[in-house]
């Protein structure tokens, strides 16, 4: 609500979180020096969960857990946004009291009009008040990570004089910090660079100690990782999974070159063990959810989702393309140990409260809830 700019008949009954009536009343038991705000503030007039570190209060919370409380409007909440003209937010690390019971006021939302003695339902997303039933969640299609064919090194045919090795007949992609195993080649030896030829082929490479090799078979092997063809999509941080010479539990630090997400060679955060000419089903996942269908309802930063492949208790936690609440990419709360491949996904839209709602009010009023 900004600046008045009317004279109502009647004065409005409340503010949402205002106490609605003198009954008894309870607060939730705080720890030492009591609740604050976390990420994004804490919203007044509407329900809030006190998170796993027993102080940080969010506005938003994941399935099966019920709201820990109501947040009354205690004159707490700061304009922190230029030039406005009105908030209900509790900025970040402000103290926030927390009510078990009592009676308040708070705005309905969602599609049903409050009747007295009806269920108060919390909606997950954002703590919002919704009478009847929870709020529909959504119905979508996506998956985690991605299923590819990839490479690691290359193989080809050297020739070595001290720290200058000539090397034909290249298959994959030499990389500077590659290590380097073949006959007249020390054990350890390093790609240090290369000073002529086709960048990650046929030329001349300096080693990083020196070599005997005599147009000797010889492999490289080292971090950077060559994908030909995907299914999904390879985001920075999945872990990668593979065959024989992949490196166990390494994850995708960047992307070097291709299409984003997609084909193209990418930087690991472990060495390979060994040259991989080309593995299929090499898997990446992680926290990057790829929603490609929304059959119904918004996707909401902190609903609940399930699906095949979701690791349990995950919740929509950042998006990070796309159209708001719909097709696009967003991130999880907790990082998927496969990958998962296109799949019926469920939103979780809220749980009931034990709170009821005390006056008629339509959707849009205000109505009073009590415990």
Not at 1 to 9: A, K, P, Y
Not at 54 to 83: C, K, M, Q, W
Request: proline residues 4%; aromatic residues 6%; hydrophobic residues 45%.
């Amino acid at each position: 609500m900004g600046f008045q700019t009317r004279v109502n008949s009647q004065q409005a009954p409340a503010v949402a979180g205002d106490f609605a009536s003198s009954n008894p009343r309870a607060t939730v038991i705080a720890p030492e020096a009591g609740f604050v705000a976390g990420d994004g503030g804490v919203v007044v007039g509407k329900f809030a969960w006190v998170d796993a570190d027993g102080r940080t209060v969010h506005s938003y919370g994941s399935a099966p857990a019920a709201p820990d409380g109501f947040v009354h409007r205690e004159e707490n909440a700061l304009i922190t946004t230029y030039l406005g003209e009105s908030s209900n937010v509790i900025p970040v690390g402000f103290p926030v009291i927390l009510h078990r019971s009592g009676d308040f006021f708070g705005l309905v939302e969602g599609s049903t009009a409050a009747t007295k003695g009806a269920a108060v339902y919390a909606g997950y997303s954002d703590g919002s008040i919704n009478i009847g039933s929870a709020p529909a969640g959504f119905s979508a299609t996506g998956s985690i990570g991605a299923t590819n064919t990839a490479a690691i090194g290359a193989t080809f045919t050297a020739t070595g004089s001290g720290t200058a090795l000539t090397v034909t007949a290249v298959t994959g992609v030499i990389s500077v910090g590659d290590e380097i195993s073949g006959t007249g080649v020390p054990a350890g030896t390093t790609i240090v660079s290369q000073t002529s030829g086709t960048t990650g082929g046929a030329g001349v490479y300096v080693t990083s100690v020196a070599t005997t090799a005599s147009s000797a078979t010889v492999t490289a092997f080292g971090v950077v990782l060559v994908v030909s063809s995907t299914t999904g999509l390879i985001s920075i941080g999945d872990t990668v999974s593979g065959g024989a010479g992949f490196p166990v539990g390494a994850t995708i630090v960047n992307q070097i070159s291709g299409t984003t997400g997609g084909a193209g060679s990418y930087t690991l955060s472990a060495p390979a063990t060994a040259y991989v000419a080309s593995a299929a089903s090499v898997t990446t996942f992680g926290v990057v959810l790829n929603v490609t269908a929304v059959a119904s309802g918004t996707i909401a930063i902190g609903d609940p989702v399930t699906g095949s492949g979701v690791p349990a208790n995950a919740v929509i936690a950042s998006q990070v393309s796309g159209t708001v609440g719909a097709i696009g990419v967003y991130t999880i709360s907790v990082a998927a140990t496969a990958y998962a491949a296109s799949t019926a996904l469920t939103g979780v839209g809220g749980v009931l409260t034990g709170w009821l709602a005390s006056l008629a009010a339509a959707v849009g009023e205000l109505t009073a809830i009590s415990k």
